[in-house]
């Protein structure tokens, strides 16, 4: 019986895939990935980043490769997650102001190390309508804007979820409504 299990292993191990194979075989989906990296970004220099944070996690994770299955759409797998991780990541960092309208972020010129005058009128116009609103709703939004969660919000305030996530759209709105005025149009 052991005789039998000892043939399975060195049966399994001749069946792995070496390191060489291993590049051989990545280097050969070099141009198909490319493409698809292009499909996926429509820029020739984040096409490239791509597919060389493809390699490296392949590299990185050789050991996670199944022997006999697909190697060309574990690469493919790799490439796209990688895509939609960093597109994912890129969103958050863009959407930093208080939700989705873009028309109150404030508007810092990139080609200035400093703020310009009417950005800080903005802001403290801004914080001075937030001080405006009522303890109902500026505590739940201050708290949100401080970075708690919804959830923390609600338990720390005793208020059913429901209503943190209501009061905090709310003020947003009225926010939104109140500095109309003050955005750069």
């Known amino acids: 019986m052991f005789e039998v299990l000892k043939k399975e292993n060195r049966t399994q191990k001749d069946k792995a895939m070496t390191q060489v194979q291993f590049n051989t075989k990545l280097l050969g989906l070099k141009d198909r990935l490319l493409y698809?990296?292009?499909?996926?970004?429509?820029?020739?220099?984040?096409?490239?980043?791509?597919?060389?944070?493809?390699?490296?996690?392949?590299?990185?994770y050789k050991d996670k490769f199944?022997?006999?299955?697909?190697?060309?759409?574990?690469?493919?797998?790799?490439?796209?997650?990688?895509?939609?991780?960093?597109?994912?990541?890129?969103?958050?960092?863009?959407?930093?102001?208080?939700?989705?309208?873009?028309?109150?972020?404030?508007?810092?010129?990139?080609?200035?190390?400093?703020?310009s005058p009417d950005s800080f009128f903005n802001s403290k116009e801004i914080v001075k309508q937030i001080n405006s609103l009522t303890d109902e709703y500026r505590v739940p939004f201050q708290m949100f804007l401080d970075g708690y969660k919804y959830k923390e919000i609600a338990e720390h305030l005793a208020l059913p979820l429901g209503t943190v996530k209501s009061r905090i759209f709310f003020t947003r709105k009225k926010l939104e409504k109140s500095l109309y005025e003050f955005v750069d149009k």
Not at 36 to 43: E, G, V
Not at 69 to 87: E, G, L, R
């Open 36 to 60: 698809y990296a292009l499909s996926l970004t429509s820029d020739p220099d984040k096409a490239n980043d791509l597919l060389q944070e493809t390699f490296l996690k392949a590299l990185s």
């Open 66 to 115: 199944t022997q006999n299955t697909n190697f060309s759409a574990w690469v493919h797998t790799i490439m796209k997650n990688t895509f939609i991780n960093d597109y994912r990541k890129k969103i958050k960092a863009r959407n930093t102001f208080y939700g989705s309208n873009n028309e109150l972020h404030l508007k810092f010129s990139k080609s200035k190390m400093y703020p």
